[in-house]
């Protein structure tokens, strides 16, 4: 503490009221815990994968608490008011802030659709553009996959058809880390109820008992996990000013993980089948705001060339704190579109054509489910020339839909600023 109190004397007023703010933002956002709140318990990976064993293609079943951080917003609130904008330390409280409250308010939502907004907000849309009016994260996503379907074959590494238990890579791990900060300063720990095969934090990394890695994974968790993600959070313990250089802010998600991909890189610690997964995931995203549903995903992942364990941890990736039923989605950010576009005549309109359709589906669904069967109909009569050209229609656009989506939704993206 008498550290802290020589470092604060001397600085003038503006960097100890900010540094007041932080430290009051700290405190406010403890009980934040936004990885932790939105994943699953490794229960549901195993009932899940059972019952696909058995043929059984049934969702998870996951329940979400109710949390209710409407004091924690109002603090959050009062630090951004009382942040100078024209200070930078000001400006970096006040985004943190912005930033935490955004959070709040996504775990307040979890379960619902609304998730899926404030993540966006967050994280980012894989349609966004890279820097530098560059291709999409999806379209880049896409060309890396490509490259791995058509060269991992050649340039998979020996090194990485080799399987090595999780147990022996904890005990390569614990000294390599051991060696580069001459002690004991993370440890490397075995983790029964963990889904992904890797997490870290400040000063522990968990992995997952049972899980089987290469050698490329454990390159790639000293560079990405420890030398990136856990040394950012001890170097900002070391910040004596501003707590919360310590914490895993949801503003600098997109910057740390860049990083610690970027740092695969250029150790060479990255192979082709690792840009394969990660791009995966990038696609796999695209497909659940476009409707697909956690087994549409989870079967993506299959197709892809994944075991369903990691099928299952992948999917599970896209869907966490979200509905898992997908299709409303789509159908959601259309009308929410309509509305930021001050289109009501045709929000109205989306909404009544689909309480009509409700309608007609759910008729159809008391009819076969909740009715006794009557005596055999009588045979139809042949349909009409107009009724077969209705149902065909329909029919063939489906089709169309289902076997060239990207083209359907390249021609809605470039047209829908005329909407605009």
């Known amino acids: 503490m008498g ?27 403890r009980g934040i815990k936004l990885l932790g709140m939105v994943s699953w318990p490794i229960e549901v990976q195993y009932s899940f994968l059972a019952r696909w064993g058995r043929g059984d293609a049934s969702l998870p079943e996951v329940e979400y608490p109710v949390h209710d951080f409407s004091e924690t917003r109002r603090e959050l609130a009062a630090i951004v008011d009382e942040a100078d904008p024209d200070h930078p330390l000001g400006h970096y409280v006040a985004e943190s802030a912005l930033s935490w409250s955004l ?8 379960g619902t659709p609304k998730v899926t907004e404030f993540s966006i907000r967050l994280f980012g849309h894989p349609d966004a553009p890279l820097p530098g009016n560059g291709p999409t994260t999806c379209e880049a996503a896409r060309h890396f996959i490509d490259i791995a379907n058509e060269l991992d074959p050649e340039l998979l590494a020996p ?3 080799v399987s090595i238990s999780a147990t022996a890579l904890q005990l390569q791990l614990q000294s390599d880390l051991d060696d580069f900060f001459n002690g004991r300063v993370i440890d490397v720990v075995l983790d029964p109820h963990l889904i992904a095969k890797a997490a870290a934090g400040a000063t522990r990394i968990r992995l997952r008992s049972g899980a089987a890695f290469s050698d490329y994974d454990r390159h790639q968790l000293l560079e990405h996990e420890a030398f990136v993600h856990s040394l ?22 997109a ?22 997964r990660v791009s995966l995931r990038i696609e796999a995203v695209a497909h659940a705001l476009d409707g697909a549903n956690f087994i549409d995903v989870f079967r993506y992942f299959l197709d892809a060339g994944q075991q369903p364990p990691e099928s299952f941890a992948s999917a599970q990736r896209v869907f966490r704190g ?31 054509n689909s309480a009509v359709g409700a309608y007609y589906y759910l008729r159809i669904l008391v009819v076969m489910y909740m009715h006794e069967p009557g005596e ?12 077969r050209i209705a149902l065909l229609l329909p029919a063939l656009g489906t089709l169309f839909l289902g076997i060239f989506p990207t083209w359907v939704l390249d021609f809605a993206g470039k047209y829908s600023a005329i909407v605009k």
């Not at 997908?326 to 509305?339: D, E, N, S, T, V």
């Open 3 to 29: 550290d802290v109190e020589s470092v604060m004397t001397g600085h003038d007023p503006d960097v100890l009221h900010h540094a007041d703010l932080d430290a009051r933002m700290v405190r406010a956002v």
């Open 103 to 110: 959070a709040a308010e996504l775990l307040e939502a979890i």
């Open 159 to 161: 090194s990485e058809q």
């Open 232 to 253: 950012t959070a001890l170097n900002g313990r070391a910040q004596p000013l501003l707590p919360s250089m310590a914490l895993s802010s949801p503003r600098t998600t």
């Open 255 to 276: 910057t740390q993980e860049g990083l610690a991909t970027f740092a695969e890189q250029i150790t060479g610690s990255i192979d082709i089948e690792r840009m394969k």
């Open 322 to 352: 979200v509905p898992l039923t997908g299709g409303f989605f789509g159908k959601f950010y259309i009308f929410k579109a309509a509305l930021e576009s001050k289109l009501y005549w045709l929000t109205i309109l989306g909404l009544l």
């Open 376 to 387: 055999a109909a009588e045979a139809s009569e042949p349909l009409t020339p107009g009724l």
